[in-house]
């Protein structure tokens, strides 16, 4: 499976950015997939994920993030969206996804970065204040 990682930029405080994420193979459906970040001298965050068609929950948020990202997926584009708004500057960071295939049963893997299979090369996200 291969990742490609776009749409981040530099946006002021408030704002808002939307990222994508265009994936390879057939089976994209059944793919789960996440974003997460690192930000300079800090480990990797987990920021959301998106189940597969009929997962249960659909979607679930790192804490920093929770009400203001919405993750999203358009299977018939193989693509996944992170809808970022009320940005801060602590947002700043490079956004990575990431397919967990066949989908890890155990919610505890779902926001480690080893409870992935594939990753993105990152698309950079800068919140000026």
């Known amino acids: 499976v291969q990742l490609q990682a776009s749409g981040g930029g530099l946006v002021q405080a408030g704002g808002s950015l939307t990222l994508s994420c265009a994936a390879s193979?057939?089976?994209?459906?059944?793919?789960?997939m996440g974003w997460f970040r690192r930000a300079p001298g800090k480990d990797r965050e987990f920021v959301a994920r998106?189940?597969?068609?009929?997962?249960?929950?659909?979607?679930t948020y790192g804490d920093s993030v929770k009400g203001r990202f919405t993750i999203s997926r358009d299977n018939a584009k193989n693509t996944v969206y992170l809808q970022m708004s009320s940005l801060k500057p602590e947002d700043t960071a490079v956004y990575y996804c990431a397919v967990d295939v066949p989908p890890r049963t155990v919610m505890s893997a779902w926001r480690t970065w080893a409870g992935y299979d594939y990753w993105g090369q990152g698309t950079q996200v800068t919140v000026s204040s």
């Open positions: 193979g057939r089976t994209f459906s059944s793919y789960a």
């Open positions: 998106i189940g597969g068609s009929g997962s249960s929950p659909p979607a």
